[in-house]
């Protein structure tokens, strides 16, 4: 296994959530963590000082992926003064639900760019910028199964689960590709606790994953050298029995988030 002391890891969306808790994980195994957020400015300061508790050298840096030049500039920005990247960790994305038949082309645009193009894009840019290193794209157990409650987020994810594996095959030996798919970890902005507490009846473990389990999971494929192409589910074992399909509001969804 390949140490990570004295690695630099950009993470995307770092600052709340799952996000956070792989920044801390990677500080503690020796990482100087980039925490990229967009609009929690607070959390992400905070995170900071939580990291210079850990070790110094961790650094802050802001960007909306949905815009071209800020998501551009973002690794670039990162290079000079003799530094580089050695892992990239694909974390942002924005979860919402639209009934397939009241998809319009500005949520679908959306859910594209953010969940599909701006990973993709970094990717390139690692691929271009950095000489060596991993890059890690989170996506969602959903990309195992036909999921319609999972909308144009779900086909987004998918994308990126097929752009991982054709960059593995393309970039190797200098870089690995892998992704982390989560089952049911956090709770979504405007979906009810309940809701999610119902589900886990689905879920073969019978329990939701800790965000820390995700870090792991990063943490594992960041150091693993022969490992590339993988998708590692840590969900419980919720890919391998699909959506919960028997929940009407799910496979008949006829909210709109979009
Ligand atoms: N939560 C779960 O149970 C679950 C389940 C399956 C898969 N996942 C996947 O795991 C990852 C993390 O999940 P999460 O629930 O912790 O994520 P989240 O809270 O929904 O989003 C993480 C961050 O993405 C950033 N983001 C959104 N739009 C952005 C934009 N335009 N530009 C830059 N950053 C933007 C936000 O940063 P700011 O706050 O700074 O704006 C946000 O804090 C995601 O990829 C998600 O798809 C999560």
Redesign the pocket.
Known sequence: MKSLANSRVLI?????????QIALQFAKAGSTVVV??????E??RELLAMLEQISPGHELV??????DG??EALIPGLMGGGRSLNCLI??????RRCQLANVISESLREDF???FE?PFLLMRDFARFCEEGSII??????VATVDPSAGT?GFA?KSLRDATEAAAVQWAPRIRVNA??????????GIAPEKIERLIKYVPMAQ??D?EE?AEACLFLAQAETITGQILYV?GGLHLVGPDLQEPDDAHYTGSDC
Do not use: F, M, W
């Not at 982390?180 to 902005?189: D, K, M, R, Y």
């Open positions: 995307t969306g770092a600052s709340v959530r799952i996000g956070r990229h957020y967009n609009q929690s400015e959390p992400a802001q960007a909306d992926l949905l815009v800020e998501r694909n974390n942002a994305s924005v979860y760019q953010i969940n701006a794209n989170i996506l969602d157990q959903r987020y994810k982390v798919a989560p089952g049911i970890v956090l709770t979504p902005p939701r994953s965000p995700i969900d």
